[in-house]
């Protein structure tokens, strides 16, 4: 069989320049190998699936974190290309779910000499997720962790991020629709799961399986604010499902009306949305697989 060939898209600015240094391991490590291989910068948002859509090698690496990984996914995961993985973010939360090693030789390793499995990623709207969609207090959280990433490494950005968005943030009333009927909740925030965790950790869907062809879809209802504080720092653990505030589905399918304009986590990373773009909300496993070396 001929050699696999492949694409490192590398964002250099994941992981706080995180990125930028694994350039260097994957030219030394690519070099002891007769593999045929390219290295591309990403450049700023949009490139790392703008480069992902052009490859032409068989297997396409992310070198950076969930954003970047979530885009090179966007970029590939109407084709039969592989994805690989060189975890350089601030979070990581994606490889948590696979056998993945954060080390960047190991990881490189995989990527050479791994196996290759197909795993769900999640659709939203046009949009693919691997890990993690939300809406709510959870999707502000990572809005204002974004910014304060750089200041910040990635649990404190996001308990930081966590009390400033607590302070301004109010429920929402959301009209659900799934396989079963709909319903109307107030809620404070709302998770739909491919992957356990976001947030550098924080297991909001603890038992989502990758495999498993449905989303686990955390909801948390409306809560007073200091009942909050007393059922957040129980994610990190996954134990906050105890709480009779907290209710977790299982659904390969759900559709959302949201009355006011709100801004949706995908992966990290936000997109603001109103309801001239859309006027219901769908959430679902793709029918496409990835293919990813682990
Ligand atoms: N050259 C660049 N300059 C500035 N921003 C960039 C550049 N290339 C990509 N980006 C942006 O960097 C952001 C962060 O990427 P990514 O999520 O991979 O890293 P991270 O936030 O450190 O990790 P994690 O999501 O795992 O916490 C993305 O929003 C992406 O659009």
Redesign the pocket.
């Known amino acids: 069989m001929e050699d696999k060939t492949y694409l490192f898209i590398v964002?250099?600015?994941?992981?706080?320049g995180?990125?930028r240094k694994m350039v260097d391991k994957i030219h030394k490590a690519m070099a002891k190998t007769k593999k045929v291989y390219r290295l591309e910068?990403?450049?700023?948002?949009?490139?790392?699936k703008r480069l992902a859509l052009a490859a032409t090698e068989d297997v396409v690496v992310a070198v950076?974190?969930?954003?970047?990984?979530?885009?090179v996914v966007n970029g590939i995961i109407k084709s039969d290309k592989v994805l690989g993985v060189v975890p350089?973010?601030?979070?990581?939360?994606?490889i948590r779910n696979l056998d993945i090693p954060k080390e960047p030789e190991k990881a490189l390793e995989r990527i050479l000499n791994g196996e290759e499995i197909a795993i769900n990623v999640g659709k939203a709207f046009e949009h693919y997720f691997v890990n993690i969609a939300s809406v709510g207090l959870d999707a502000e959280i990572a809005n204002e962790a974004?910014r304060l990433?750089k200041f910040f490494n990635?649990t404190t950005a996001y308990v930081v991020a966590f009390i400033k968005a607590l302070l301004s943030f109010n429920s929402i009333s959301i009209s659900i629709k799934n396989g079963k009927g709909s319903f109307k909740q107030e809620t404070t925030l709302m998770a739909l799961c491919n992957g356990k965790s976001y947030g550098?950790g924080m297991k909001i869907a603890p038992l989502a399986d990758m495999g498993d062809d449905l989303l686990d879809i955390c909801i948390v209802k409306k809560i007073n604010k200091l009942k909050l504080l007393l059922v957040f720092p129980t994610i990190f653990t996954g134990k906050h499902t105890k709480f009779k505030e907290v209710q977790i589905i299982k659904e390969p399918y759900i559709s959302l009306r949201i009355e006011d304009p709100v801004i949706i986590n995908l992966?990290?990373?936000i997109y603001p949305i109103t309801k001239e773009d859309f006027e219901v909300l769908e959430f679902k496993i793709s029918k496409f697989k990835l293919k990813v070396l682990c």
Do not use: Q
């Not at 964002?11 to 706080?16: L, R």
């Not at 910068?41 to 790392?48: F, N, R, S, W």
């Open positions: 964002n250099p600015v994941s992981g706080n995180k990125g910068l990403t450049k700023g948002k949009g490139y790392a950076g974190g969930d954003g970047t990984i979530n885009e350089s973010g601030t979070g990581n939360d994606f974004n990433k990635g550098g992966d990290g990373e």
